[in-house]
């Protein structure tokens, strides 16, 4: 690795731990909005157990969502939102059968 390189490199990693303790803001941040977990599950008429399935989580996981006591994070809520876009997408990428 070039010198340059190396010290560009230092200066991000030194620059992410002040933003990690609160001492500097991110210079861009992205907030996906909170998805309806139980709207989109209804619109592609799934049942919690199928729609558990569906996105790899357990039924409970899932209910906690529904009910507002926990809420999708990275991924997950990635992926409800490409169902919500595009359910017929995603069941056609994870060779899932919509009945």
Known sequence: MKDKDFRELVTSIEEAGKIRRG???PSRSFELPEP???????????SQ?????LIGVNVRTLQN?????RHP?????ILLR????DPSFVFKKL????A
Do not use: M
């Open 82 to 85: 490409l169902v919500q876009s």
């Open 36 to 46: 309806n977990v139980k709207a989109i599950r209804e619109s592609i008429g799934f």
């Open 65 to 69: 969502w529904e009910q507002g006591y």
């Open 23 to 25: 001492e500097v803001e």
């Open 73 to 77: 994070t990275g991924p997950a809520k």
């Open 95 to 98: 060779h899932i059968n919509h």
């Open 49 to 53: 157990s199928k729609f558990a399935a």
